[in-house]
């Protein structure tokens, strides 16, 4: 346990205790809402950097996953009776499938070129989502939307009439995107897809399979993609085809994640973190100008690629590590007394 007593250890410990007990000080279900979509968003920020920065492949087309996952387990639970719970892991196959077959031919394309590629094929399946009401007889609702039926409290079927709950399995998912987020990044997949995001010629050079390890980091990043959008539509219950599947949805997660630092592990989180508060903030001072948050995405996309390519993650990283220091300094001053403290007494 010596190792506890390090601030690089126990100061994620305490941050993790605080985001636990916010509930307890935090009872107005409206900001609980509000802090709940801000993990929602960090989770989806970071579930697109498994290949949006670690791989360097500017997908734009993200929220068909997310509407895969959430129309997958929604369509299952009102006409088979399935458990979101369980419609989470089918939702997030069903999105790593999908993500495997966009992914086979557009992940062949470089730059700009798969970028246009993911837009085209999100617009497509956008209005394909549109323009059916029902698949044989399962209704999916069309341009109307689908609507989840409220059962009341129901756990079994993760619905339930307090925010709490809702709030814990977001932190939860969060917390579980972090770590495979980390254990990508340190593991050998994870310095394959650094070599390709380099330079992708070299990576072949070196007998990396460059297709194949992109359509791998796909896959996981469609499959948690996937799992958000079961969480979305069981939070909201209710599924708009232009929400969650349109350029507004795939836009967002691709900002978040620019903005705080793509291809770190705790960028894409920090931007998901911090812009959608700013968002939350200009929705309640400019709630008549509809779409305003993301027009402030989009200059600060701009100007962080332009004067900060590392994002927000570089600054915080060296706020970090100067508090680390500090701490440290201060413990190993606390020991050097200690010390002369017992030597006086012997003495």
Same mark, same amino acid.
């Given at each position: 346990?010596?190792?506890?007593?390090?601030?690089?250890?126990?100061?994620?410990?305490?941050?993790?205790?605080?985001?636990?007990?916010?509930?307890?000080?935090?009872?107005?279900?409206?900001?609980?809402?509000?802090?709940?979509?801000v993990f929602f968003w960090a989770y989806l920020a970071t579930?697109?950097?498994?290949?949006?920065?670690?791989?360097?492949?500017?997908?734009?087309?993200?929220?068909?996953?997310?509407?895969?996952?959430?129309?997958?387990?929604?369509?299952?639970?009102?006409?088979?009776?399935?458990?979101?719970?369980?419609?989470?892991?089918?939702?997030?196959?069903?999105?790593?499938?999908?993500?495997?077959?966009?992914?086979?031919?557009?992940?062949r394309l470089k730059g700009a070129y798969y970028a246009l590629?993911?837009?085209?094929?999100?617009?497509?399946?956008?209005?394909?989502?549109?323009?059916? !009401?029902?698949?044989?007889?399962?209704?999916?609702?069309?341009?109307?939307?689908?609507?989840?039926?409220?059962?009341?409290?129901?756990?079994?079927?993760?619905?339930?009439?307090?925010?709490?709950?809702?709030?814990?399995?977001?932190?939860?998912?969060?917390?579980?995107?972090?770590?495979?987020?980390?254990? #990508?990044?340190?593991?050998?997949?994870?310095?394959?897809?650094?070599?390709?995001? !380099?330079? *992708?010629?070299?990576?072949?050079?070196?007998?990396?399979?460059?297709?194949?390890?992109?359509?791998?980091?796909?896959?996981?990043?469609?499959?948690?993609?996937?799992?958000?959008?079961?969480? $979305?539509?069981?939070?909201?219950?209710?599924?708009?085809?232009?929400?969650?599947?349109?350029?507004?949805?795939?836009?967002?997660?691709?900002?978040?994640?620019?903005?705080?630092?793509?291809?770190?592990?705790?960028?894409?989180?920090?931007?998901?973190?911090?812009?959608?508060?700013?968002?939350?903030?200009?929705?309640?001072?400019?709630?008549?100008?509809?779409?305003?948050?993301?027009?402030?995405?989009?200059?600060?996309?701009?100007?962080?690629?332009?004067?900060?390519?590392?994002?927000?993650?570089?600054?915080?990283?060296?706020? $970090?590590?100067?508090?680390?220091?500090?701490?440290?300094?201060?413990?190993? *001053?606390?020991?050097?007394?200690?010390? #002369?403290?017992?030597?006086?007494?012997?003495?």
């Amino acid at each position: 346990m010596k190792y506890l007593s390090s601030p690089r250890y126990y100061l994620p410990c305490i941050l993790i205790l605080l985001l636990t007990a916010l509930p307890l000080f935090v009872t107005s279900p409206y900001y609980l809402h509000i802090i709940t979509m801000v993990f929602f968003w960090a989770y989806l920020a970071t579930a697109w950097n498994i290949v949006g920065g670690f791989a360097g492949q500017l997908s734009l087309g993200h929220g068909v996953y997310v509407a895969a996952g959430a129309y997958t387990s929604s369509l299952i639970f009102v006409n088979l009776g399935i458990s979101p719970w369980l419609g989470m892991i089918i939702g997030g196959l069903v999105a790593a499938v999908l993500g495997i077959i966009v992914g086979y031919p557009t992940l062949r394309l470089k730059g700009a070129y798969y970028a246009l590629a993911t837009v085209g094929f999100a617009e497509g399946f956008r209005v394909i989502l549109v323009n059916t !009401e029902q698949i044989g007889s399962w209704k999916t609702g069309g341009a109307e939307g689908f609507m989840i039926p409220l059962l009341g409290n129901a756990p079994q079927h993760m619905q339930f009439m307090s925010k709490v709950p809702y709030y814990y399995l977001i932190l939860v998912l969060f917390i579980i995107i972090i770590f495979v987020s980390s254990w #990508i990044n340190r593991s050998k997949m994870g310095y394959y897809l650094t070599a390709l995001r !380099e330079d *992708e010629d070299a990576a072949l050079a070196l007998g990396i399979n460059t297709t194949r390890i992109k359509l791998v980091a796909a896959a996981l990043s469609a499959f948690f993609s996937g799992i958000g959008g079961v969480y $979305y539509a069981q939070l909201i219950r209710y599924l708009e085809p232009n929400a969650i599947a349109g350029a507004m949805m795939s836009n967002q997660i691709v900002f978040l994640a620019i903005i705080g630092g793509r291809g770190t592990v705790l960028g894409p989180a920090l931007g998901g973190v911090l812009l959608t508060i700013l968002g939350e903030i200009t929705r309640v001072l400019f709630g008549q100008i509809m779409g305003l948050h993301l027009f402030l995405y989009g200059i600060l996309v701009v100007l962080f690629v332009i004067f900060k390519p590392k994002g927000l993650i570089e600054f915080m990283k060296n706020l $970090y590590e100067t508090l680390i220091q500090v701490l440290e300094g201060r413990r190993a *001053e606390g020991a050097r007394k200690g010390f #002369i403290g017992v030597e006086e007494r012997n003495n």
